[in-house]
């Protein structure tokens, strides 16, 4: 079911908890603010989007525990599974029962469901819903989000994403929500390893990113993904889409081990993979180094000089 619309002002009266307000996590514990939630957060390294939510009437707690205490579902950005274990594992003997918990990573689901079975030995509840878009469009509250969550659990959380998601699909349960993202990943990664290798090709046979750029933008094979890329390609606009390419290679390597699983060859994921993990190993993988900017890493690995 793909839920589009906002719903009616149907919002209970949850308190929300917040782990991890950066890129993505900002605007969506803004929008939670905006549509009347009680929000309590905790301090990370950078306490600049800490602060700004917290002039905006957000609460801040001192310790996951009390965060705990403090909430009845609990969103989570992390960068991956290692992080929402580790924080699940705080959380866990504070939560009260039928709290939720509510990844919004990019995890591993073995690691999802396995939450989901430790969170229901203490009467509480996992949700998966990762993320789809943009910082930008968190900002707006213009996210896409992809659940996997027993059928009441979804129900009761849709009011709550609906303020900061623009569509909310429900794909079933727990796990089905990253295996999707990961899908997602897939297709999008694999955009950016493919417009990265021919755009150098172009460029060694005596095309322009320019003029390669000219021929693509508004054809069929135009798309939001290739506008973004091409913003840092073309433009030189480093923050056009700030996804770091340490973070695709760790979300390719869940991709493999989901195929591994599903004894699929995988061969173009791998490809995909084996990309990003050159990057990474030729100093890609810093905290500002960017998705667009594997365009660089393979042109520079084939020689070309623009």
């Not at 603010?33 to 905790?42: A, R």
Request: net charge negative; hydrophobic share 40%; proline share 4%.
């Amino acid at each position: 079911m793909n839920h589009k619309s906002r719903g009616e002002n149907s919002m209970s009266k949850e308190r929300i908890g917040f782990v991890g307000v950066g890129l993505m996590g900002h605007g969506i514990a803004k929008n939670l603010l905006k549509n009347g939630y009680p929000l309590t957060l905790i301090a990370h390294k950078n306490r600049a989007p800490m602060e700004d939510l917290l002039a905006q009437g957000a609460q801040e707690a001192k310790s996951l525990s009390d965060l705990a205490i403090q909430s009845t579902v609990i969103h989570i950005c992390a960068p991956g599974s290692p992080q929402v274990e580790a924080i699940v594992e705080e959380l866990l003997p504070t939560l009260s029962e039928e709290a939720v918990v509510v990844d919004c990573s990019t995890s591993n689901p073995n690691s999802t469901v396995a939450l989901a079975k430790q969170l229901k030995t203490r009467g509480c509840h996992m949700a998966d819903a990762p993320l789809g878009g943009t910082p930008v469009q968190a900002e707006a509250g213009e996210l896409a989000t992809m659940v996997g969550a027993d059928e009441h659990v979804f129900e009761r959380l849709l009011p709550v994403f609906q303020t900061w998601a623009k569509s909310v699909v429900h794909l079933g349960q727990i796990g089905s929500g990253h295996k999707m993202k990961l899908l997602n990943n897939f297709l999008s990664l694999g955009y950016a390893a493919l417009y990265s290798e021919a755009l150098a090709l172009s460029e060694k046979v005596g095309i322009s990113t320019e003029q390669f750029d000219s021929v693509i933008r508004g054809s069929r094979m135009d798309c939001g993904f290739y506008q973004t890329f091409m913003g840092y390609a073309v433009e030189g606009n480093r923050d056009s889409h700030k996804f770091t390419m340490k973070n695709a290679l760790k979300d390719l390597r869940y991709l493999e081990a989901m195929a591994d699983e599903a004894a699929m060859a995988n061969p173009i994921g791998n490809a995909i993979k084996n990309s990003f993990a050159m990057a990474c190993s030729a100093g890609g993988d810093g905290a500002e180094d960017y998705v667009p900017h594997l365009v660089d890493f393979v042109a520079q690995r084939n020689g070309v000089n623009k």
